[in-house]
């Protein structure tokens, strides 16, 4: 089955650490996103890439970092500088060709810093 | 720049009963319109969509919307709800030519037996 996988479900860190969290998608989709759900927030949106070795940073990157080397791959990084990490992290991809806003979202990653 | 509105952030409804969530937009040039729903602990599904042509878009579950351009408004409303459908549902906005989805903060529907 096609789909996107996020692992762990949940990660627990110490504050001052860098954590990755695990993007993988087998949709053969160009796009890829990386957002932040905190709750009556919504969904804010920190990185996004359009294709292979290309990313842009969306609303709130400060703290993160991302890389995108593979197409199927995503990994999104929590910087020692990101103030309040504790969030629940979600991942999405799309298509170009039907992009029209059509993401496709992962099961998320509940990140808690202590 | 784009903004999107969901007017109440939580909805208590009886089994059966009819619910509508209100969202309201902002935005310069042409969008496309989206519901998305989220079970607990979970990632997001598409509801359903408005990309352009009727007004009235209707999606899975029995949901449907409708897009008012006047009142820069995509309400979602569903006839008589089930308690399954207790989750939190999102409003989305993209721009016609544009790549990003801007959320709005959410609606938490609780379906009461």
Known sequence: ?114 | AQSVTQLDSQVPVFEEAPVELRCNYSSSVSVYLFWYVQYPNQGLQLLLKYLSGSTLVKGINGFEAEFNKSQTSFHLRKPSVHISDTAEYFCAVSQAAGNKLTFGGGTRVLVKP
């Open chain 1, 1 to 114: 089955d096609g789909g996107i996988t996020q692992s762990p479900k949940y990660l627990f860190r110490k504050e001052g650490q860098n954590v990755t969290l695990s993007c993988e998608q087998n949709l053969n989709h160009d796009a890829m996103y990386w957002y932040r759900q905190d709750p009556g927030q919504g969904l804010r949106l920190i990185y996004y890439s359009q294709i292979v070795n290309d990313f842009q940073k969306g609303d709130i990157a400060e703290g993160y970092s991302v890389s995108r080397e593979k197409k199927e791959s995503f990994p999104l990084t929590v910087t020692s500088a990101q103030k309040n990490p504790t969030a629940f992290y979600l991942c999405a991809s799309s298509s170009p060709g039907r992009f029209r806003g059509e993401q496709y979202f992962g099961p998320g990653t509940r990140l808690t810093v202590t």
